[in-house]
């Protein structure tokens, strides 16, 4: 079945629909990865606090000026004594520097952090397993609505640890935002590829990493010392992840489930008839309704899609491959170390320490800034280029930095040092600019194109899967590889950059302005399209739909 084409009719049922899936999802992905960054040290320190308090090094009700205990020559503070601090002992210094010490050198305090921070992406991983069955039983945006409850609770919970003089209520708080974040990561890239029309499909899906980029941003500017990131105001940045989430609620009601989810799933001819209307502005939906209903009789025989009909069937092979190598690629790019770490990661570069935290923000404005070309660029470039070309720029970056951060230990050039720091920025810039362009916006909504309906929710589900498994893993240990491996920690990243881009040349086919139809049966034919010249074919006329066996 053919669609015909036509004008895409910019809606405000689209428009508004699309806002509130990214403002209450993507925007609250990319706020929760930054919002640990620039109130680190602060937070750091409140761990090393309550540690002391605990251990009985410190009063409870210290007020943080008048007292001091006494530090050993290791740099850490005596178990048992305290008292003021002499200004003629060099051992000796003011409690708060003591701790602020102890919190960046102490392997404990470094385990806790990465904990806090990775812990996020672990019960990330887990929402991403429930997503599937979540979005066929309560719909993409049923889905969306449900679950924007445990973001409302993770923000109470963020909002108390000074209060409860207790860390692990923000490591509760990171768990339930990543379990959040995962459901609504899949709920959300299947809403926008459903509910757009195949000429805008790319630059929607681009909208979702744009607005990632935002809540990154916005959470950096919020975490400055001048906003909320103080020893007292630091909760206020996780306090700040509800006002999304009631922004969803209020507003998802208002716009239409996604047509295929309403016939295709749930055989609702009518109301996916209605829903088709508000988001096309045509009163004529038949076409799409029409290609709808072929692609749900081809696949009748079969009811539901499990994980384990997903990776048995030959056909699904290759797109399965290709949906997880693009997500595991794109984490382990490096991009949420740069994004989570990166006021560390300047601190090393040699950037001086007052300004590092408005460097950090400036990181994340050229993300969200080069995120905004990417949406006209995908639909006239198309994927294939958008994901090469710039990941080839991130490759070079990170080649560039491991060298200049290398000439910052060199002591005859230390009076070029300030060059070197400036020269460290710039590739980092231009890393994130490379991301922001392909690989960030991209793998989100191409595993949505690669797969029919039936298993696309099984497919977004196990891709993401990877996604924050990977994640998970650089979030725990990167901090461990940037005292390792020093100034070649990018090296890593290089690799699984260089790795990725061989994958993509050989592999990944071109989806623009191309049908979910006909990309899953070029598809189908598996690895054996390799052996033609130049990779994939863009499209393959006549292909049929080849039945689902488990």
């Known amino acids: 079945m053919v669609v015909t084409e036509r004008k895409v009719k910019y ?103 990465s904990i806090t921070v990775s812990i996020f992406v672990l019960f990330g991983m887990i929402g991403s397993f429930m997503s599937g069955k979540l979005a ?58 459903e509910i757009s029309p195949k000429k805008i499909r790319g630059a929607v899906g681009t909208c979702q990493q744009l607005f990632i980029t935002v809540g990154i941003l916005t959470s950096n500017i919020l975490g400055v010392s001048k906003v909320f990131g103080t020893d007292t105001l630091w909760p206020g940045v996780f306090i700040f992840n509800a006002f999304p989430a009631i922004v969803c609620l209020i507003g998802l009601p208002f716009c239409p489930e996604s047509p295929r989810y309403l016939l295709i799933t749930k055989g609702k001819v009518e109301e996916a008839r209605t829903a088709m209307k508000r988001l096309t502005g045509y009163s004529d939906v038949e076409d799409e309704l029409d290609e709808m209903k072929a692609e749900a009789s081809k696949q009748k025989s079969v009811k539901s899609f499990t994980l384990k009909q997903l990776l ?119 890393y994130v600019m490379g991301f922001a362009l392909g690989l960030g916006p991209i793998p989100f909504f191409v595993v949505g194109e690669i797969f029919r309906q039936e298993p696309r929710s099984a497919a977004m589900s ?20 940037q005292k390792g491996l020093s100034g070649y920690v990018y090296l890593p990243f290089c690799a699984v950059l260089l790795l990725t881009i061989i994958f993509i040349v050989l592999v990944v086919p071109e989806t623009k302005n191309r049908t979910f139809d006909d990309v899953a049966a070029e598809l189908s034919h598996g690895f054996r399209l390799l052996k033609r010249k130049g990779g994939l074919p863009e499209k393959e006329e006549n292909s049929e739909l080849k039945p689902m066996t488990s």
């Open 11 to 113: 809606t405000r049922t689209l428009l508004f629909s699309i806002f509130i899936a990214v403002f209450g999802n993507s925007f609250l992905y990319g706020y929760s990865i930054g919002d640990v960054n620039n109130p680190a040290g602060v937070m750091r320190v409140f761990y090393v606090k309550v540690l002391w308090e605990r251990a009985g090094k410190i009063p409870k009700d210290w007020d943080g000026s008048d007292i001091s205990p006494v530090v050993a020559q290791n740099g850490t503070a005596s178990t048992t004594t305290l008292g003021p601090v002499s200004n003629s002992t060099n051992t000796s210094m003011s409690l708060l520097e003591q701790m602020k010490k102890y919190s960046e050198e102490d392997d404990f305090v470094e385990l806790l952090w």
């Open 136 to 193: 066929e039983r309560l719909g993409r945006r049923g889905g969306m609505m449900a679950i924007t409850f445990i973001m409302m609770i993770a923000a109470v919970i963020g909002g108390i640890p000074i209060a409860a003089q207790s860390f692990e209520v923000i490591i509760v708080h990171r768990a339930l935002v990543g379990l959040h974040n995962g459901l609504s990561l899949s709920l959300n890239a299947l809403y926008l590829a």
């Open 312 to 430: 048995v069937a030959p056909e699904l092979r290759l797109p399965v491959i290709i949906a997880c190598a693009l997500q595991a690629g794109q984490q382990a790019s490096g991009i949420n170390a740069v994004m989570s770490y990166s006021s560390f990661m300047y601190k090393n570069a040699g950037v001086p320490a007052h300004t590092v935290e408005w460097v950090v923000c400036g990181t994340s404005l050229i993300n969200m800034l080069t995120t905004i070309p990417a949406v006209p660029l995908m639909e006239r470039l198309g994927r294939r280029p958008l994901l090469i070309y710039p990941m080839s720029c991130m490759l070079v970056s990170f080649i560039v930095l491991t060298i200049f951060h290398n000439l910052q230990y060199v002591d005859h050039m230390e009076s070029h040092h300030n060059i070197f720091a400036i020269i460290g920025i710039i590739a980092m810039h231009t």
């Open 462 to 481: 196990i891709s993401l899967c990877f996604n924050w498994v990977c994640n998970f893993i650089l979030m725990l240990v990167f901090r461990f590889m």
